[in-house]
């Protein structure tokens, strides 16, 4: 199986990165469940994808709840009786230098990049072994790769993520697949997260300068899923060129 009749559920799809893959994935075939916990911008994406796909639902998620991350997958197996994908993508990234003490932002960016991912894992992980296939795919980012003064938390959490992407793969075994997406800079809402005006501003400089579309991103992702199924795309880098 490609991507066509996939059942995919995909975290934060209510914009960016999220929303861009839910597009290329629902115009080649793929069967929706998506996340996220603003429900305007997930009613008018399903209404967009419904011109071309039935095949596409939502569920109010937050990710951070694992309760809520059981539901959306239990959700896509009651829709649509598997799950094949999962596609972690829902984040934050509040960064600020540490001496600023930002410490709620440091535990939400805990909660949702990182508890939010494991959540993801352990709802879909009992699938995927029942079903004797399932692919595991994670947005994470250039940031830990290239270590960066106020990423400190931001980081750790993206670096959390591929280590244990990376013991997943291992203990995976031959049946279930295990994909790590890094995107540099990609014009998206992600700076509205931020709660350090500089930093935002900064970063916002940043994208509009040198962002790449989501669909970049996205372009990753797919290629990924639809490789063959004895074929696992470990890491995938994707920077701007202009990006140092
Ligand atoms: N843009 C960039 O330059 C880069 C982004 N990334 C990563 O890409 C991923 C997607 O971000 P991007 O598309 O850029 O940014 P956006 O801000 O556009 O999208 C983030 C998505 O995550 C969702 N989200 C946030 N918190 C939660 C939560 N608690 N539960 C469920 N969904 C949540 C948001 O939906 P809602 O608010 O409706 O819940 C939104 O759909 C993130 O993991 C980010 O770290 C990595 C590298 C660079
Ligand atoms: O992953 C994103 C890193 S940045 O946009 O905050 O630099």
């Known amino acids: 199986m490609s991507i066509e009749n996939k059942v995919v559920v995909i975290t934060g799809a209510s914009s960016g990165i999220g929303r ?11 069967k929706l469940v998506l996340g996220a916990r603003r429900e305007a911008p997930l009613k008018e994406l399903v209404n967009e994808i419904s011109a071309y796909s039935s095949e596409v639902t939502y569920a109010l998620t937050d990710v951070s709840n694992r309760e809520d991350m059981q539901c959306l997958v239990n959700f896509a197996c009651s829709r649509f009786g598997r799950l094949d994908v999962l596609i972690a993508n829902a984040g934050i990234g509040p960064i600020s230098p540490l001496d600023e003490l930002r410490v709620d932002d440091w535990e939400a960016m805990i909660d949702i ?5 494991l959540y993801g894992v352990a709802a879909a992980l009992p699938i995927f072994r029942q079903q004797e296939a399932g692919h595991f795919v994670s947005v994470i980012s250039t940031s830990g790769l290239r270590i960066v003064a106020g990423q400190a938390v931001y ?3 993206k670096n959390a993520v591929r280590t244990i992407n990376e013991a997943l793969r291992i203990e995976a ?4 697949r295990v994909t790590g997406v890094s995107p540099g800079f990609v014009k998206t809402q992600f ?3 931020m709660t350090d005006p500089a930093t935002q501003e900064k970063v916002k400089a940043a994208m509009d300068m040198m962002g790449m579309s989501p669909d970049a991103i996205s372009r990753a992702i797919v290629f990924a899923i639809d490789q063959p199924d004895d074929v696992d795309v470990g890491d995938i880098v994707v920077r701007p060129t202009a990006q140092a």
């Open 173 to 176: 075994g031959e049946k279930l």
């Open 20 to 30: 861009a893959t839910a597009i290329m994935l629902a115009r080649q075939g793929a």
């Open 155 to 157: 980081a750790g959490t």
């Open 191 to 193: 700076a509205d997260s």
């Open 113 to 117: 990049n990182l508890k939010g991912y």
